[in-house]
């Protein structure tokens, strides 16, 4: 796919090695002669960061759960202009820190807004753009979430709501199996990373 983008999500529950994977990945692209460029939502931006702190800080216990959508939304739209997009349109490998699905687990199956509302929010914020590749790193929340000795805004939610947000995922790959590698994240994180690249490249074999 010389002279041609392509879109990477990683997503999953807390605690997942999201983080882990994608230098991992990104580290092995490189080596392959791609340029990649890591990004992360929220954020990605000046804005974007803004709105970061107001989605995840403390400070902000209690924000309406409809004005959390909007707010993910909003940032995840200047990211997609200012970002994504044009890094994709030079030929990039783009790999993100979560993207839509994330809203339509956390909002959509945590939360209770609705799936396909949460999910339109999102498309109409980022003119419809899909990542080529999704990979969700599954873990039980509890095992996830043991992992912090401290929690921003949505890690300290109840337990209930992170098993929502689990289904969610799962529910959202098993749909569309073609788009989406899910994987077990506690597996050895070398033999998550290698079926993470092999399928990146039969992808790009087969294009």
Do not use: N
Not at 74 to 83: F, P
Not at 119 to 142: F, I, K, N
């Amino acid at each position: 796919m010389a002279g041609s983008g392509y879109f990477i999500a990683f997503e999953g529950g807390e605690g997942a090695g999201k983080s882990t994977q994608e230098g991992l990945l990104a580290h092995s692209l490189v080596e392959r002669g791609r340029s990649v460029v890591r990004t992360r939502e929220p954020g990605g931006t000046p804005a974007g960061e803004q709105i970061r702190h107001v989605l995840l800080s403390p400070e902000f216990e209690g924000l309406d759960a409809r004005a959390e959508a909007l707010l993910f939304a909003a940032s995840r739209g200047e990211h997609v202009a200012r970002i994504i997009r044009p890094a994709l349109e030079r030929g990039d490998v783009v790999i993100c820190d979560r993207y839509i699905d994330s809203s339509v687990a956390y909002q959509g199956y945590g939360r209770d807004l609705g799936v396909q509302r949460v999910r339109d929010l999102s498309l109409w914020a980022t003119g419809g753009l899909l990542p080529d590749l999704t990979v969700v790193l599954d873990v039980d929340p509890e095992v996830g979430l043991a992992r912090f000795a401290q929690r921003d805004r949505l890690e300290a939610e109840p337990i209930e709501y992170h098993r929502s947000v689990r289904a969610g995922f799962l529910d959202l790959a098993a749909a569309e199996p073609e788009r989406y590698l899910v994987l077990d994240a506690r597996d050895d994180q070398h033999t998550i990373a290698s079926a993470i690249l092999a399928r990146v490249v039969a992808a790009w074999e087969s294009a």
